[in-house]
Structures are given as structure tokens and as C-alpha cells.
Nanobody, 133 residues
Framework: QVQLVESGGGLVQYGGSLRLACIVS????????LGWFRQAPGKEREFVAA?????????????ENVRRVNGRFTISRDRDKNTVFLEMNNLKAEDTAVYFC?????????????????????WGQGTQVTVSS
């Protein structure tokens, strides 16, 4: 069983920065992959970034809609604090969404498995990010 609690969301101006944090509790976290997803009003949940707890090995969204994430967002984790971070810079209006932290058992690690929400069994409650123009 894994529990996730996100924080760090809020209102930020266009071009600003935020750092989201997700405190992870549970056993054997080295067996897990951790990811960030987001969901804007009226849209489906979409993958943002993910890593493995043991070795990092981050992946970032590379879809047409989220390509702009690359170079602006950075996922990382602090083993001592049991926390996964999402550093977001140069925020744009289209980044406005509820951001969710998720955890799943690590089996195969590639871009496909990292970004598939069905590979994540545990989800946090989400944190709202609003970018004002």
C-alpha cells in the first residue's frame, strides 16, 4: 500500500515557476515508479513526467499536446524525504490543471509504461495549478 500527498500548487503568473511536492509513504519504494499527471477542465488526464524510485531514469511527456513540457519541467526525488518533486518553469496558461502524483509497481520501464496511467495503482488527491495570463 502506498499513500501520496501532493502540495505546492497555487496561482502563478504567466512565465512564473512552481515546485510541486509529493510525499510518498509505503514499503519497498524501490519497486515502484512514480509519476505526475495533470487534468485540465473538460479534458482527459494526461501524462507529464515519471521516474523510477530506485534509479530515477526520468521520462517526460512527448505528445503533441504536452511537448512543451520538455525543457520546462523537471521531475526528481529525495530519498531521505520520501518526496517526489515536479519543478515547473516558464509556466503557460495551458499548464493550468489539477496535478496528480501517482505510484505503481515497476515492471518494465520505457516511455510507454512510464506514461500509461493504467500502470499506476495509487493516486494522490491532486493539487491545483492556475497560471494567469
Amino acid at each position: 500500500q502506498v499513500q501520496l500527498v501532493e502540495s505546492g500548487g497555487g496561482l502563478v503568473q504567466y512565465g512564473g515557476s512552481l515546485r510541486l511536492a509529493c510525499i510518498v509513504s509505503g514499503r519497498d519504494l524501490d519497486d515502484y515508479q512514480l509519476g505526475w499527471f495533470r487534468q485540465a477542465p473538460g479534458k482527459e488526464r494526461e501524462f507529464v513526467a515519471a521516474l523510477t524510485w530506485r534509479h530515477l531514469l526520468p521520462y517526460y511527456a512527448d505528445s503533441e499536446n504536452v511537448r512543451r513540457v520538455n525543457g520546462r519541467f523537471t521531475i526528481s526525488r529525495d530519498r531521505d524525504k520520501n518526496t517526489v518533486f515536479l519543478e515547473m518553469n516558464n509556466l503557460k496558461a495551458e499548464d493550468t490543471a489539477v496535478y496528480f502524483c501517482a505510484a505503481g509497481t515497476l515492471k518494465y520501464w520505457n516511455a510507454g509504461t512510464a506514461g500509461n496511467p493504467h500502470n499506476y495503482a495509487y493516486w494522490g488527491q491532486g493539487t491545483q495549478v492556475t497560471v494567469s495570463s
